[in-house]
């Protein structure tokens, strides 16, 4: 038996400085692992919490909303799936999307949210038939975390823009900063149970939609001031539509 004082000066010291290499590499792969779970969690509570809204309102709910909102759950609910049992590599084929119903779907998903919160949401869409090649479901998550963050975050009036710019699509939402927030402003379902839960916002969102840009060579940028915030989302036009613009 290796006594410790020989670990540490004499002939065990190769052993000890191989099994502290092997605790620091499962404590990355648990963290890391941790992270991914995280993240899946949080990319199911957004389209629920979505639904709920949804559901409670004085219409019911319109279908593209619920559709849309149910959609993503049961994308989230896979991918869940996927990092607890081993295949969370899985990718789903690229395919030529139409950015505009996206983007229009995710502003109608947090209307209510941002009404709720005191403030207004609203879009501008001057980017024509702007196509991309990409992943619909990770880009309707991309865009969802862009709008919630900017309701949470931000200032009560966000406005979305998107305009073509030399062969991308670029989408920039802009608020009116935490000062013109109003003093009675109620919170989001979401900061109401992480308040009561104890809980503090993590960022997952934000890393998701680093992630979903730089995956389908994008650009995110993001500025935040107490007088406003910008975040910024670019992504390539298909070959056909940027040839044409």
Not at 1 to 22: H, K, N, Q, Y
Not at 58 to 69: E, F, I, K
Not at 81 to 91: H, P, T, Y
């Amino acid at each position: 038996m290796i006594e410790l004082a020989e670990i540490v000066t004499g002939s065990g010291w190769p052993l000890a400085a191989t099994l502290a290499a092997v605790v620091a590499a499962q404590e990355l792969q648990v963290g890391r692992r941790r992270s991914a779970l995280n993240r899946a969690l949080h990319e199911l509570r957004r389209p629920l919490q979505a639904i709920a809204l949804a559901a409670a309102g004085d219409d019911g709910g319109t279908p593209t909303v619920l559709a849309s909102s149910v959609q993503l759950a049961g994308a989230a609910i896979e991918q869940l799936d996927r990092e607890l049992n081993g295949d969370a590599g899985f990718r789903r084929p690229r395919e030529p999307i139409e950015l505009r119903p996206l983007l229009e779907a995710a502003v109608r998903r947090w209307q209510a949210p941002a009404a709720l919160a005191g403030g207004s949401l609203s879009l501008r869409w001057r980017a024509g038939q702007a196509q991309v090649v990409g992943d619909r479901v990770e880009l309707s998550q991309a865009l969802d975390n862009l709008l919630l963050n900017a309701i949470e975050h931000g200032g009560p009036t966000i406005a979305v823009d998107a305009r073509l710019h030399r062969g991308r699509v670029r989408i920039v939402i802009a608020d009116s900063g935490r000062a013109s927030r109003p003093k009675d402003r109620r919170e989001t379902p979401a900061e109401a149970i992480d308040r009561l839960a104890g809980r503090r916002r993590r960022g997952h969102g934000l890393t998701v939609v680093r992630r979903v840009a730089a995956s389908h060579h994008g650009r995110f940028a993001l500025r935040r001031s107490e007088r406003g915030s910008l975040a910024l989302f670019e992504l390539p036009l298909t070959r056909r539509r940027s040839s044409a613009a």
